[in-house]
């Protein structure tokens, strides 16, 4: 399978400098493209990545000396038109909105290959082409790669590739577990284990607040306002990789340690829509425990079970299966009218997603199965 890799990179004033000029000259051909798709669009023509990217390089990049640089690796104005083709695509098919132009300073990135050869990778040092040498803090895997990917967050500099991984199933100690999301406790699990919820954005929100409000006192254009957006943004990454540290780590137990995962089918667009509870909601971050799991459980040889979102986990009693009309959020504990038993409410809705796994047909092979549990 295929398995990207993220890491921070080790570099000098003038290897920054360089990946700058990289990052903005991306930039400038994927606006370019874009301004000169909408215009095309609007005169009734239905222009393509291909069709801009010949008369780019035949017209445009001929008259623009400062693109061809030394130093300068040619391939990344290719591969921003092939992110320019994806973003319409994704457009056209409603899986996210029309593409907008790039802004400096903005998830800046770029894309380059070597030609069609392979890119060695391994130890903390990397050969990148035309670039040149690079450091990362942390030692990376001996294999190889097709495309490497460098992107700037908080003004640190990040390489990203995918490589060919072998899949490493692990011994399971338990055969069927069932995962409730919530926000009072991260991820309830049906055995009684329970992961707690960091909440990093709302410890660090004050902070972030006094941040914010330095930073928009300061003079537009001047130094110390470059240097209060650096520190709100380094702030604010460092936000999310707490939050993506406790994901990672509760995802990896559970693809290692359990055979058949059930999860429920959250609605998060839609919970996002409560005014009260969306903050501490997005603070979860229950897509990217999902998309964790998805990719983990092929790795570790794990099946993931994805129950529908009418699924009434959280109002049906495990004992006796009996069904509550109504269940408001402040009730934390479940009492069932019908049998009497007593359990908390998260615990309960765990137990349920495990049970649903008898009417659901085992499927040997890992990966990913969505049912509609009624």
Known sequence: ????????????????????????????????????????????????????????????KTELPWIKQKGICQKITQYAFDHLGSAFENFFKNRSERPSFKKKGRHDSFTIDNGGKPIPIGGTSIKLPTIGWVKTYEG?????????????????????????IPCEPSVKS?????????????????????????????????????LSRFHSRKVNGSKNKHKSKIKLAKHHARVANIRKDTLHK??????????IIVVEDLNVSGMLKNDKLAQAIADCGFYE????????????????????QWYPSSKRCNCCGHKKDKLSLSERIFDCESCGSSIDRDLNAAINLSQCVARVPRVEAPGVSRRALA
């Open 289 to 308: 425990f999902r998309r964790q799991l998805e990719y983990k459980c092929k790795k570790f040889g794990s099946q993931l079970i994805v129950a529908s």
């Open 174 to 210: 338990v055969d069927v577990v069932g995962v409730d999301l919530g926000v009072k406790s991260l991820a309830t699990l049906s055995t009684g284990k329970t992961f707690e919820n960091p909440k990093t954005y709302k410890k660090q929100l004050r902070k972030l607040q006094r």
């Open 250 to 259: 509760i995802t990896n137990y559970l693809c290692k340690n359990h055979a």
């Open 140 to 164: 990376l895997p001996h294999t190889t790669t097709k495309s490497i990917t460098i992107s700037r967050t908080a003004d640190d500099w990040f390489i990203a590739f995918a490589y060919e």
């Open 1 to 60: 399978m295929l398995l990207s890799i993220k890491t921070k990179l080790k570099l000098t004033a003038t290897q920054k400098e360089v990946m700058a000029k990289h990052a903005g000259i991306s930039r400038f051909t994927y606006n370019w493209g874009l301004a000169t798709w909408n215009e095309l669009y609007k005169d009734g023509l239905k222009p393509n990545k291909y069709l801009l990217k010949k008369f780019f390089n035949n017209h445009v």
